[in-house]
């Protein structure tokens, strides 16, 4: 559940607070993902914004099983940290919006494989708390945000978090963005009350126009 989530190591200040997520946002995924299935004989097909069914064995294209695709999801976080790397500009982006906001990391994963993305994102010098957790995101950036009263965005790749927080922080700057462009393409558009950026430059200029307002 939401409520057991440990929100000691969250130390938040009265400046605005900037929530990320990690896979597509702040780390590479699907090109990393798709690197690692090729090293064991599958290949990840382009042709929509889905994993289930573009997974497909090397040798004669054809999808392989649910069932498999989420043993080899699971495989690739336990080996994150020799997959992934930073999005284009993420450090870089992260560690100037950092001098005028709080920045928490919220990722949509099993919390067994924190500790492994926590070495990771260190390593590149990504040392905001992070929080992950598989359950909706909404309540989570409700509870962290709480009551205070400053500026609050929410940056996610996929449609189905940023609607939960949405429902759950209405006063929340919500930001779509995706690093991997060939999937993008096949990706829902964005509708009201979400603001897309093309990268982490236009994430950085939209959320500081949000913060100044």
């Not at 260190?122 to 708390?129: A, N, S």
């Not at 978090?161 to 558009?189: D, G, I, K, T, Y």
């Not at 603001?195 to 430059?201: L, P, S």
Request: net charge negative; hydrophobic share 45%.
């Amino acid at each position: 559940m939401t409520a057991s989530l440990n929100f000691d190591h969250v130390t938040l200040t009265d400046r605005p607070l900037i929530i990320c997520d990690i896979d597509e946002v702040v780390l590479e995924f699907l090109t990393p993902f798709r690197n690692f299935l090729r090293s064991s004989g599958h290949d990840l097909l382009a042709r929509s914004f889905r994993l289930h069914g573009n997974i497909v064995l090397s040798a004669d294209g054809l999808p392989i099983d649910d069932g498999l695709v989420d043993d080899l999801l699971e495989q690739f976080f336990t080996l994150q940290d020799q997959w992934q790397t930073p999005a284009t500009l993420a450090v870089e982006t992260l560690e100037s919006l950092a001098d005028e906001a709080d920045l928490v990391f919220l990722t949509a994963m099993p919390p067994r494989h924190a500790a492994v993305r926590r070495s990771l994102l260190d390593h590149h010098r990504l040392h905001y708390p992070l929080l992950a957790t598989e359950e909706p995101k909404g309540p989570v950036v409700q509870r962290l945000h709480d009551s205070r009263d400053v500026p609050v965005a929410f940056v996610d790749d996929i449609l189905r978090n940023l609607h939960s927080v949405r429902s759950h922080a209405p006063q929340c700057l919500l930001v779509n963005v995706m690093a991997n462009a060939e999937f993008r393409v096949f990706a829902p558009e964005p509708d009201d009350g979400i603001v897309k950026a093309a990268d982490w430059t236009d994430v950085a200029r939209i959320i500081r126009s949000h913060f100044a307002r």
